[in-house]
């Protein structure tokens, strides 16, 4: 077994906590923008609008991430309404479609290409979720179910969330290999991949394919049907996704001969006999 024993907070200024899982959602951020800003660079768009839509994105992330937080775990909340607008908890899918909900408002307001902005920011997205989950690794949550194999991880710093001395399935571990092998598939296809907002569909299906096989061994509460709730969000997110992402695809290319023939036909002085 791997045993895990280092303690969730990096440091302490005074009364002030730093763990790493804050480090590395720090990290996660930059990482997000770097990618962001070279993508903006490739296709033309101003880098002014990455930064802009990386405040609202975060700033939505964080309301609709804690919202999902508490909507799964509304028990407790009822019973401690106080707890409600703190932060110590918040979700994955709850910050993917809250900051996702956030980017649609900005560029409607700023009249720019969602799908452009969609396919900059999805390479980088991806990325910074693998580097987040090296801050869940090491904050202990996330867990996964219990283990005999070989490869499961064994918490035995205090300061873990998950239970200590139980050897689990290293989801974390898994999230972060996932998610890097996504980030190698989009970044290799995002020259090629039409038409444009391909690319971001292709981050979501991706990231739902992963989430959702991954937490049948992650330790979590049932919302419906025996399932977690983000496991029901990845099936909503597939059923979406994945037939817009063909259909969309499959007419791009049915118009790409058609729009060729045209464009030779309506050039000037062109012989349509040779």
Avoid at 20 to 38: C, E, T
Avoid at 150 to 165: D, I
Avoid at 220 to 246: N, R, Y
Wanted: glycine share 10%.
């Amino acid at each position: 077994m791997i045993h895990i024993g280092i303690a969730p907070v990096a440091f302490s200024i005074g009364f002030f906590e730093v763990r790493w899982y804050g480090i590395m959602v720090v990290l996660a951020i930059v990482a997000v923008i770097v990618i962001s800003l070279l993508e903006a660079r490739r296709v033309g768009l101003a880098e002014d609008h990455i930064y802009s839509v990386g405040l609202w994105a975060i700033i939505g992330g964080i309301i609709v991430s804690r919202l999902f937080h508490v909507i799964d775990k509304w028990d407790y909340y009822i019973a401690n309404p106080g707890q409600i607008l703190r932060f110590e908890g918040l979700t994955v899918y709850g910050a993917v479609l809250g900051a996702l909900l956030a980017v649609l408002i900005y560029c409607w307001v700023k009249k720019l290409s969602f799908w452009q902005i969609g396919d900059v920011v999805a390479p980088g997205a991806i990325l910074g979720q693998a580097i987040g989950r090296i801050g869940c690794l090491m904050n202990g949550c996330c867990y996964g179910l219990p283990t005999s194999l070989p490869w499961g991880v064994v918490y035995t710093n205090p300061g873990s969330y998950c239970p200590l001395g139980e050897s689990v399935q290293p989801t974390q571990i898994y999230h972060l290999i996932w998610n890097l092998i996504g980030f190698g598939i989009l970044w290799s296809l995002r020259r090629r991949l039409k038409p444009q907002g391909s690319l971001f569909l292709l981050y979501l299906a991706l990231y739902a394919v992963g989430d959702l096989s991954i937490r049948f061994v992650r330790a979590g509460e049932p919302f419906l049907f025996g399932m977690q709730q983000a496991q029901l969000i990845g099936i909503v997110i597939l059923v979406v996704t994945v037939p817009w992402l063909i259909i969309r695809m499959w007419r791009y290319r049915a118009e790409q001969p058609a729009s060729t023939s045209d464009s030779e036909v309506s050039e000037p002085g062109q012989n349509r006999e040779a």
